[in-house]
T-cell receptor, first 113, second 111 residues
């Protein structure tokens, strides 16, 4: 069972470039979310989805877009990368609305020059 | 969202029991307490979750007093592989869990 898979694991961008971080889960989880983690800090919620076709903003949504066309996939798009978006990004999924057990991917390390 | 406070770091030795306490003074009636473990370059991993009293699983125990304003994660007989950052979170048992991760407790286990 693959769980939550994120690609790419590493990416370097120049300021102003756009890119998409991919996230896929094979556990048929309804809830998916994206977090960023900056050095020495905890995770901050960027966007989340409660099901296909439904997304909402988290704590730090500016500069990011998401969509959820299928249950399995939840891509995160950086529209115009900025150095402040240099971070490690984690995708997570959970079984149900009332479940505190999130399953995280291995992370995607993004550097914006 | 209830804010949590936990020690920045703790040191221990192999074979000892480690107790990490978390304060969550403004926890609400519907909030649950959850603990995660994170190794370097990996995503957080769920350890345990509870509402009140004591919860135990194969890796840890969670103690929650009656007022629920704090909780203690207990790791029995730690090993070097338990060196990690441990996060205490509370989440509302209604709607989507906008989990708020603090800075966590960095546990270092030495031989």
């Amino acid at each position: 069972n693959a769980g939550v898979t994120q690609t790419p694991k590493f990416q370097v961008l120049k300021t102003g470039q756009s890119m998409t971080l991919q996230c896929a889960q094979d556990m048929n989880h309804e809830y998916m979310s994206w977090y960023r983690q900056d050095p020495g800090m905890g995770l901050r919620l960027i966007h989340y989805s409660v099901g296909a076709g439904i997304t909402d903003q988290g704590e730090v949504p500016n500069g990011y877009n998401v969509s959820r066309s299928t249950t399995e996939d939840f891509p995160l798009r950086l529209l115009s990368a900025a150095p402040s978006q240099t971070s490690v990004y984690f995708c997570a999924s959970t079984r149900a609305r009332l479940d505190g057990e999130l399953f995280f991917g291995e992370g995607s390390r993004l550097t914006v020059l | 969202l209830a804010k949590t406070t936990q020690p920045i770091s703790m040191d221990s030795y192999e074979g000892q029991e480690v107790n990490i306490t978390c304060s969550h003074n403004n926890i609400a009636t519907n909030d649950y307490i959850t603990w995660y473990q994170q190794f370097p370059s990996q995503g957080p991993r769920f350890i345990i979750q509870g509402y009140k009293t004591k919860v135990t699983n194969e890796v840890a125990s969670l103690f929650i007093p009656a007022d629920r304003k704090s909780s203690t994660l207990s790791l029995p007989r730690v090993s070097l592989s338990d060196t990690a950052v441990y996060y205490c979170l509370v989440f509302m048992n209604t709607g989507f869990q906008k989990l708020v991760f603090g800075t966590g407790t960095r546990l270092l286990v030495s031989p």
